[in-house]
Every structure is written in structure tokens, then in C-alpha cells.
């Protein structure tokens, strides 16, 4: 059996090792390193894989919460509603521009925002909603969509975790994560369903005028050469990036497929552990049905009931199993973002989940012997403990 990865971005590479390197060597021989052509390149063809009108690439994931929330004109004071239970970088950049950051709980099955806390939370200040689509799949996005037209709110989808998964309206019709909302954010970070080997991210909009103010942001308020037109940042994808990106790209829903193969395959080793609960898909599959295509798990996240999660994590890391708990800490109790407007009562769920959760190792080239070790040493844990 191979060592088990996290995330086994050296296999992943070798699979495809032909297709990056000759995109790498393109660059570096014609030497366009920012903004070159591969840059564009990657913009047209990520915005025809996902339906969407415009792609701005950045620098970074962080960068681009920060650019559509520039990009929208948000004033010092305005509060921006968005989960406790997910990364810092989310409340980060909403704190960052002095903007008022709303932290709300999460729903305990899919851990994406929980749509009462958003109602409840929602005052004349309020001027956006950040839903999270957390682990792999969407938050209720048409929810999300009706209550921001009823209170005139906008909607900046974080969709640094879901690249690739659809959302299905009511009436069947389905959308991309990341192209629903006023804008959206996501980024490239290497263990991402889509990485580069580096920093990367992007902005998605079907707002021309948006998207025209975001692309001036991104490169210091320039729309021509030294004529500096609004306020703006240095966050540019570079071209290497842009190449690997381009490379990894139609490979996407193949790696997102693989992921749903492992999870059915975790699920089918788990199923019957009655102190585990499994991944709940929106469309309550558990990501056993051949045809899911809305969770495409980005982590696999299991909830514990009734187990010592630290003693099982040491247990794994002593059988050379990694794992990871992805959060310890909401982000209400996070020092940086402590307030004293925040009631423990209004966070049961994001409560409970920090003490719970625990993510096995989820990529693109797990095997079944690996998978099938991994889920031997937890069932002989929990047995013996």
C-alpha cells in the first residue's frame, strides 16, 4: 500500500505531468509572465466551463472576497452576514475593510449557513449575505437568493471549496456553484479540487458594470496604462499559474468524480458505525447515488457521537493515517473576532461541530486498499474505546 496523503498532489501530478510541464515551458519561453495570454486563456475557458459571464483571476482566494467586496461598494459599518463554522478568511476580509462581520450557525447536517439564523440576523445595517459553500456543496442558494431581493441585499458566494458542483433549483434546473449569487469568490490553492502550484484565485460575475469595476481592482484602479480610475489592490494570477490551471482544468469533473468514488466507498465502509454520521448531501444521498453531481467533496467530513475525536486523531497519526479537523474553533471565539453582540444560544450547532467533526484524507488518487485501511483502524478505535 502507498503512504497515505492527505491530499497526494505528487500523484496527481504524475497523471498529468506531460500536460502541465509543456504549459509551464510555454511560458517561461515566451516570458509573459503576468497577464500573458495563458492568463486569458484560462479566464475564457473556466467562464465557458462554468456559464458564466465573466471570470477575473487574482491572486489569491483571500484577495478575491476582498475585491468583490470592494467591487460592490460596501461602506465602513455596512454588516456582512456569513457563517461562524468555515475558515477565518471569510470574516478576515470583511473585517479588513471595516466592514461589521455577522456571524451566524450553520445547519448540523450539511454545515453550510443555516437559513432562519440569516433572517434573524438581518437589520437595516445589513447589506450582504457571504454563504459558504463548505466542504464541497452548496448552501441553499435559492433561500439565499429570495431573501436578498426581499431586504435588497447582495450575495458574495465563497466558493473556495465547491468548484465544479451544481445546484438544483426547485423546478430541476441547475447551475454551477459560484454563479448564482451577485458575484462570487473562489480560490486555487494547491489542495483544492482545482489547484495550482502556488497562490490563485478568482472572481465570477454576470454583472458587466461589476465585472469591469473588479478588473480595474485588481491592477491598482488601472483600465489604462498610469490612469488610475478607482481604488485598487496588486492581485494578479500569473501566468505559470494561469498555465498549470489551464492544464488541470478539463480534468475537473474526473477529479471531482473520483472524490464522489472515495466518499461512496468511505460510506459503504462506514455505514453501519452507529457513533459515525456520514456526509449529508442536500438531496440527502449521502453521496451513494451514482447520478450525485452536488457535493464534490472537498473534504470528506465525518460527525462523532460518543468517541474521544483527539484520541482518534492521535490513534490514525500513530498508523501513519493523517486527518485533519476543519474547524476547532468557531470564529466567534476566535480573539480577533470575538463580540460581545454574540449570544452562545444563537451557535448550538457550530458549538457541537468544532467538538465533533473530524476529515479523513480525500484526493484525486485514493485507492481502495488505502481506503479500506483507513476505515479498519477507525471501526477497530471506536470498538476498543
Do not use: W
Not at 118 to 136: D, E, R, S, Y
Not at 289 to 313: G, I, M, P, S, W
Request: charged fraction near 20%; proline fraction near 4%; aromatic fraction near 8%.
Amino acid at each position: 500500500m502507498k503512504k497515505i496523503q492527505m491530499v497526494d498532489l505528487k500523484g496527481q501530478y504524475a497523471d498529468i505531468k506531460q500536460e502541465v510541464d509543456t504549459s509551464i515551458q510555454e511560458i517561461i519561453d515566451n516570458t509573459a509572465f503576468i497577464n500573458g495570454p495563458k492568463v486569458h486563456q484560462f479566464q475564457k475557458n473556466l467562464e465557458n466551463y462554468l456559464g458564466v459571464k465573466h471570470v477575473i483571476p487574482c491572486a489569491n482566494g483571500t484577495d478575491a472576497l476582498q475585491i468583490a467586496m470592494m467591487g460592490l461598494g460596501l461602506e465602513q459599518g455596512d454588516e456582512v452576514i456569513t457563517a461562524d463554522f468555515t475558515f477565518a478568511a471569510t470574516v478576515e476580509v470583511i473585517a479588513l475593510l471595516k466592514l461589521t462581520p455577522v456571524l451566524v450557525d450553520v445547519d448540523p447536517d450539511n454545515f453550510n449557513i443555516d437559513i432562519d439564523a440569516i433572517k434573524k440576523a438581518i437589520t437595516p445595517k445589513t447589506k450582504a449575505i457571504v454563504p459558504v459553500h463548505l466542504f464541497g456543496q452548496c448552501a441553499n442558494m435559492e433561500a439565499i437568493m429570495q431573501i436578498a431581493k426581499e431586504h435588497n441585499l447582495y450575495v458574495i458566494e465563497d466558493n473556495a471549496q465547491a468548484i465544479g458542483a451544481n445546484y438544483t433549483y426547485q423546478d430541476g434546473t441547475k447551475a454551477k456553484a459560484g454563479t448564482i449569487g451577485h458575484v462570487a469568490s473562489t480560490s486555487f490553492f494547491p489542495s483544492k479540487n482545482l489547484g495550482c502550484y502556488g497562490d490563485g484565485g478568482a472572481i465570477f460575475t454576470n454583472d458587466d458594470d461589476l465585472a469591469h469595476t473588479i478588473r480595474g481592482i485588481v491592477n491598482h484602479g488601472m483600465y489604462e496604462r498610469y490612469r488610475h480610475d478607482v481604488v485598487g489592490v496588486n492581485s494578479r494570477l500569473d501566468s505559470i499559474q494561469a498555465a498549470v490551471l489551464d492544464a488541470k482544468l478539463p480534468h475537473l469533473d474526473n477529479y471531482n468524480q473520483a472524490r464522489r468514488d472515495a466518499a461512496r466507498k468511505y460510506n459503504a465502509a462506514l455505514k453501519d458505525v452507529p457513533q459515525i454520521t456520514l456526509p449529508k448531501t442536500v438531496n440527502n444521498c449521502e453521496g451513494i447515488c451514482d447520478t450525485c453531481d452536488c457535493h464534490v467533496f472537498h473534504q470528506y467530513t465525518l460527525k462523532l457521537e460518543n468517541v474521544d475525536r483527539d484520541a482518534l486523531v492521535k490513534y490514525l497519526n500513530s498508523h501513519d493515517i493523517p486527518c485533519g479537523v476543519y474547524y476547532p474553533i468557531p470564529l466567534h471565539k476566535q480573539k480577533a473576532y470575538q463580540d460581545s453582540r454574540y449570544n452562545e444560544a444563537d451557535f448550538t450547532v457550530t458549538n457541537q461541530l468544532v467538538k465533533q467533526v473530524i476529515s479523513l484524507p480525500m484526493h484525486t488518487e485514493l485507492e481502495d486498499d488505502q481506503i479500506e485501511f483507513i476505515t479498519t483502524k477507525i471501526k477497530e478505535f471506536i470498538a476498543n474505546n
